[in-house]
């Protein structure tokens, strides 16, 4: 029934357009953007962290898809000891508080993410309005210039293998001089 407005309706319904990306575009500079530590009142920029490779993750504890990256990114320190000091894990909470946030990310167990609030209004924050977030969960990944150089949903995404492409290469230790024995 080609014809059946009924079938298109249902149809458009089933197979919606996909959404265009919307937001700070790739290859442009990372918008500032200023939020709260869990910790207290205490507030950071995003630019406190200029230099650093920086995964730019916005979740909530309500939000049943973010559980599976949120839990994955804990242990990436442990499992990229290398990164060290130049990676940069800042989670964005779009919680309705900092107490909600502080609770979900302690129930978790998700305290090896540097954990942050992005204020009032869920998707309505400074934050989220400045990365243009309409749904979560939501990650943004920043190289050492402050450039945005890949965004989306974390799931579909290899951090790890972005992350290690943005850092610089270990050179190999010196082999024997040609000709000389081992």
């Given at each position: ?28 500079v990372a918008p500032d953007i200023e939020f709260f530590e869990l910790t207290g009142t205490a507030k950071g920029r995003l630019s406190d962290y200029q230099g650093k490779v920086i995964i730019l993750d916005f979740w909530a504890g309500w939000c049943g898809p ?117």
């Amino acid at each position: 029934y080609p014809r059946s407005a009924y079938l298109r309706s249902a149809a458009a319904l089933l197979n919606p357009a996909p959404r265009a990306e919307t937001g700070p575009k790739l290859g442009t500079v990372a918008p500032d953007i200023e939020f709260f530590e869990l910790t207290g009142t205490a507030k950071g920029r995003l630019s406190d962290y200029q230099g650093k490779v920086i995964i730019l993750d916005f979740w909530a504890g309500w939000c049943g898809p973010c559980i599976q990256p949120m839990t994955a990114i804990q242990t990436y320190p442990s499992k990229y000891p290398e990164w060290g000091e130049q990676v940069e894990i800042l989670a964005v909470s779009m919680d309705d508080s900092i107490a909600k946030a502080a609770a979900a990310g302690k129930a978790r167990g998700w305290n090896i993410s540097h954990n942050v609030w992005g204020g009032e209004g869920r998707y309505q924050s400074p934050a989220a309005k400045t990365y243009d977030v309409h749904s979560i969960p939501r990650t943004f990944v920043i190289d050492r210039n402050g450039r945005i150089v890949q965004r989306g949903n974390p799931r579909a995404m290899d951090l790890p293998a972005i992350v290690n492409g943005l850092l610089p290469k270990k050179q190999p230790p010196p082999g024997p001089i040609s000709g000389s024995p081992p």
